[in-house]
Nanobody, 119 residues
Framework: QVQLVESGGGLVQAGDSMRLSCTASGRTSALGWFRQAPGKEREFVARINWRGANIDYADSVKGRFTISRDNAKDTVYLQMSSLKPEDTAVYYC???WGTGRTTRDYNYWGQGTQVTVSS
């Protein structure tokens, strides 16, 4: 069992930056970030494998968000820049052994952290 603890959410203004962190209690091959806005399904944001390669982003965040990981700290980061009101959501860290963008590719989930971007 892998436990994930996210941190770094909060309220920012449009155009600001924010970094989310997720620390895992164990090692998996892939770590990812998803988000869920009110009334919407959970959607893929970004993923990275244990080597820091095979990085993938949703089109909606490409060029604005950067995912990275520090294996020495078992931590994955999501650096978010040029934030928009439509980025407002609960952001979830996920870990597993899948290679895709769906929630089925991940076995473990964090509790979520709220990110609110005001206009």
């Amino acid at each position: 069992q892998v436990q994930l603890v996210e941190s770094g959410g909060g309220l920012v203004q449009a155009g600001d930056s924010m970094r989310l962190s997720c620390t895992a209690s164990g090692r998996t091959s892939a770590l990812g970030w998803f988000r869920q806005a009110p009334g919407k399904e959970r959607e893929f944001v970004a993923r990275i494998n244990w080597r820091g390669a095979n990085i993938d982003y949703a089109d909606s965040v490409k060029g604005r968000f950067t995912i990275s990981r520090d294996n020495a700290k078992d931590t994955v980061y999501l650096q978010m820049s040029s934030l928009k009101p439509e980025d407002t959501a609960v952001y979830y860290c996920a870990a597993g052994w899948g290679t895709g963008r769906t929630t089925r590719d991940y076995n473990y989930w964090g509790q979520g952290t709220q990110v609110t971007v005001s206009s």
